[in-house]
């Protein structure tokens, strides 16, 4: 597995290129010469990477967001808006994953966890989905509080066959 920078990875994202079999130690997205005003207005496709640390926090996303095969050590979504959805599928989540205050997909746009394992908490705090929001064949080993805001949710979510407590109070 090639390893890729910070830096090459957003000039790869900027250019609507994906990300396929790198090893990053660390990706944010945060470069005001790429992105403007913390908004990213290029799909997003992640596939099959290594992922250390990966930091979307306080962001704006216009195109789907795609996570696929990947391995991601800890994870930050905190306040992002999705607003084309994001499909996170396949993946190993290593560490804590905060999905707090954020969301925020349009409808009909899904936010979608399929397949996916999450070894750490997953925070879901203050988190609200607009479009769709569907979790399939995910295991919460830790836990998560998805479940126990259901004002969170503009149309009923589609949860099917996970294993773990989806309504994890706060530790």
Known sequence: MEVLTKKQAQLTISKEQP???YYLEELDL?????FKDEMVNQKIVIENCHIEILDLAIMQFNQEVVLRGC????????GTFFLKGIKIEECLFKDILNFDCGGHNEAPYPVKLLNSTFRGDVDF??????GPF????????AGTNM???????EIKPEINN??????LESK
Do not use: T
């Open 30 to 34: 945060y470069n005001q010469a790429l």
């Open 147 to 153: 479940l126990l805001d259901p004002l969170a949710f």
């Open 19 to 21: 990300l396929s079999l």
């Open 125 to 130: 705090f203050d988190a609200w989905f607009m």
């Open 162 to 167: 996970n294993e773990g407590d989806l309504e």
């Open 134 to 141: 569907v979790v399939n064949n995910c295991k919460f080993l």
């Open 71 to 78: 391995i991601v050590g800890r994870a930050n979504f905190h």
